[in-house]
T-cell receptor, first 123, second 112 residues
Framework: DARVTQTPRHKVTEMGQEVTMRCQPI?????VFWYRQTMMQGLELLAY????????DSGMPKDRFSAEMPDATLATLKIQPSEPRDSAVYFC?????????????????????FGEGSWLTVV | KQEVTQIPAALSVPEGENLVLNCSFT??????LQWFRQDPGKGLTSLLL?????REQTSGRLNASLDKSSGRSTLYIAASQPGDSATYLC???????????FGTGTRLLVSP
């Protein structure tokens, strides 16, 4: 049963500390998304990668956030230094997109899969 | 900039009722629209996807419709069950890029 794996599932840290969240996309997927979910803003796209190359990180605060894909099986989102306003759930999702189109394979017609999120609290 | 709105924000119904969740989007130039379900403490699970050329999709007790020209979609849930209790989110992908823009969700509670 293919799934996106995120670690840590929960993290409580003090303001100013570095936080690194990791994501293992589904094998064979070439697109990885990082979303942040809060009660006030809902789900916001922070960044996404295609074939490990960053395509759009305009939703990410550049001064403290960074996202990378060291290899096809690992995506990371780092916050340094962390602030209380960063408290949120961070979701990773992966998808298979070829030639600008979405490949529909699942019964629901969608190939995008979300991880269960990393619940971050910065105190 | 695409904006997606969902009404109502929360809905509480007794078991067995049929219900409709609404989604509206400001830019009709979409590639597709998707409905997701999110359970507390969990990620999102895709329910239905409607291509921009389609009018509706069905899966079991769920039926999603799309009126692209008016920027609206509805998710119809027939014979609701307590297990349907969750947050339902709609999301659209524009024709120019492949990132989902989400609505704020409707929190559904189906009581026994």
């Amino acid at each position: 049963d293919a799934r996106v794996t995120q670690t840590p599932r929960h993290k409580v840290t003090e303001m100013g500390q570095e936080v690194t969240m990791r994501c293992q996309p589904i094998l064979g997927h070439n697109t990885v998304f990082w979303y942040r979910q809060t009660m006030m803003q809902g789900l916001e796209l922070l960044a996404y990668f295609r074939n490990r190359a960053p395509l759009d990180d305009s939703g990410m605060p550049k001064d403290r956030f960074s996202a990378e894909m060291p290899d096809a099986t690992l995506a990371t989102l780092k916050i340094q230094p962390s602030e209380p306003r960063d408290s949120a759930v961070y979701f990773c999702a992966s998808d298979l997109i070829i030639r600008g189109t979405l490949i529909n394979r699942t019964p629901s017609g969608n190939t995008i899969y979300f991880g269960e999120g990393s619940w971050l609290t910065v105190v | 900039k695409q904006e997606v709105t969902q009404i109502p924000a929360a809905l509480s119904v007794p078991e067995g009722e049929n219900l409709v969740l609404n989604c509206s989007f400001t830019d009709s130039a979409i590639y597709n629209l998707q409905w997701f379900r999110q359970d507390p403490g969990k990620g999102l699970t895709s329910l239905l996807l409607i291509q921009s050329s389609q009018r509706e999709q069905t899966s079991g007790r769920l039926n999603a419709s799309l009126d692209k020209s008016s920027g609206r979609s509805t998710l119809y849930i027939a014979a609701s069950q307590p297990g349907d209790s969750a947050t339902y989110l709609c999301a659209v992908i524009g024709t120019g890029f492949q990132k989902l823009v989400f609505g704020t969700g409707t929190r559904l509670l189906v009581s026994p």
